[in-house]
């Protein structure tokens, strides 16, 4: 099992900043990736930036490329999202998500391919 916590969520102005974070815990040792997730009011939760736990390989959901930078700490087994540039529709809880090693070799654009998640942590993006 490995237990996920989200953190740095907010209020913020369009065209601000926010840092999330996504510190894992438990068996940790078993995490092939991770990515973030988002859901607003209404809607499927939407995938957003993947990122491998061991490369520098990374992926992103074309709304948020060059605005949005995911990466890790794998000291602090922590996994970060900047977000930049935001624009009220980025509006949406934002969940972080572990890929276990049998999903090795498929970048996680879909919820089903992922095996543990956050409880999310709120970003509201004001106009």
């Known amino acids: 099992q490995v237990q996920l916590v989200e953190s740095g969520g907010g209020l913020v102005q369009a065209g601000g900043s926010l840092r999330l974070s996504c510190a894992a815990s438990?068996?940790?040792?078993?995490?092939?990736?991770m990515g973030w997730f988002r859901q607003a009011p209404g809607k499927e939760r939407e995938f957003v930036a993947h990122?491998?736990?061991?490369?520098?390989?990374?992926y992103y959901a074309d709304s948020v490329k060059g605005r949005f930078t995911i990466s890790r700490d794998n000291a602090k087994n922590t996994m970060y999202l900047q977000l930049n540039s935001l624009k009220p529709e980025d509006t949406a809880v934002y969940y972080c998500?572990?890929?276990?090693?049998?999903?090795?070799?498929?970048?996680?654009?879909?919820?089903?391919?992922?095996?543990?998640w956050g409880q999310g942590t709120q970003v509201t993006v004001s106009s």
């Open positions: 438990g068996r940790t040792s078993s995490i092939y990736a």
């Open positions: 990122i491998m736990w061991s490369g520098a390989s990374t």
């Open positions: 998500a572990v890929q276990s090693p049998k999903y090795t070799g498929v970048v996680g654009t879909t919820t089903r391919r992922y095996d543990y």
